[in-house]
């Protein structure tokens, strides 16, 4: 795992020169945030203002870090989110992947580690400067990109069938998947042979949820095409209030929700991103906030999906 100076490196987002962006809350991020032992390793982002912010907890795919998913990070914190980003076992080492093999209970440990993250808050809010006093611990939710949202769906109550079935994580209020891996059986030979953790069986599975899938992500682990990757909504059980979005002309990274050089090539657009992030927005936004603005924002956006 890597290392980084002894003092936190405290990184001011630099905001556009319009008169909009003049109005957006101070993006401030700090890296690394260790806060105690058994912690992993985890950068913290949060506005320059405001008190009571509700936390969103970020997982990230396989083999890439806390580093990475800045538009997601940007536009969560100018919304008035703080985004906690705790690097898994997979995680790439400042940008490069790791050597050694990927361990055969990392998806296990990744569970446990958004377990841990939850439920220590505070303690990583105390531990970073410039936000000690200024959360809410009781607004919680979970956001995972590709195997982060497998591991998102797993911490909402999803489970690996065949292994110990591990609990859900406490005090979360909703839960954004993005672009999740399916079910076992649409695994080519290869990659049912190298991730016999996908053996997911979602019908314990909790909402309120939203997942975001890309109809031009087809994945090499997979003969079924983008398809593939809406198992976890076909298969989660009716009542627990899951959405599908499924956005046109994406990829596996959904038109940019990290930089603009991730495949397939022409994928990120300005247009794609911004349905993408304001999808995310709008549905944390009502699901962490008691406003009347944000269940209408968020019951027009409801309208154009599928959901049960």
Not at 78 to 105: C, E, K, L, N, T
Request: proline fraction near 9%; hydrophobic fraction near 40%; aromatic fraction near 4%.
């Amino acid at each position: 795992m890597r290392r980084h100076a002894c003092l936190p490196l405290m990184i001011l987002a630099l905001l556009p020169a319009s008169a909009s962006a003049a109005q957006a809350p101070q993006v401030i991020s700090v890296d690394p945030v260790t806060p105690g032992q058994g912690a992993p390793i985890m950068r913290v982002s949060f506005p320059g203002t405001g008190r009571q912010l509700p936390i969103i907890i970020l997982s990230h795919g396989n083999r890439l870090s806390r580093e990475d998913y800045q538009p997601i990070v940007t536009a969560l914190v100018r919304s008035g989110h703080v985004v906690i980003q705790p690097d898994h076992p997979d995680a790439s080492q400042d940008g490069f992947i790791p050597r050694a093999p990927q361990p055969d209970d990392s998806w296990r440990t990744r569970v446990e580690q958004i377990r841990w993250v939850a439920a220590h808050v505070r303690a990583i809010a105390d531990a970073t400067p410039g936000l000690r006093g200024r959360i809410d611990p009781r607004r919680i939710a979970l956001v995972g990109h590709s195997f982060g949202g497998h591991s998102v769906a797993l911490a909402m109550g999803a489970r690996v069938t065949g292994q110990p079935a591990l609990p859900p994580v406490e005090g979360i209020r909703a839960a954004v998947l993005l672009a999740p891996p399916g079910g076992y059986e649409g695994l080519t030979p290869e990659w049912k042979a190298r991730a016999p953790y996908l053996r997911t069986d979602w019908s314990a599975m909790r909402g309120p949820m939203l997942i975001i899938n890309g109809d031009k992500d087809a994945s090499a682990m997979s003969d079924r095409g983008p398809q593939w990757h809406d198992d976890s909504f076909t298969h989660a059980p009716v009542g627990q209030d899951i959405c599908l979005k499924v956005v046109k002309d994406a990829g596996h990274y959904l038109g940019g929700i990290d930089t603009v050089l991730r495949p397939p090539a022409g994928d990120a657009t300005p247009e794609k991103r911004a349905a993408v992030l304001g999808a995310i927005v709008t549905f944390l936004g009502d699901r962490l906030n008691d406003r009347a603005d944000a269940r209408a924002r968020w019951a027009d956006q409801r309208k154009g999906l599928a959901c049960k």
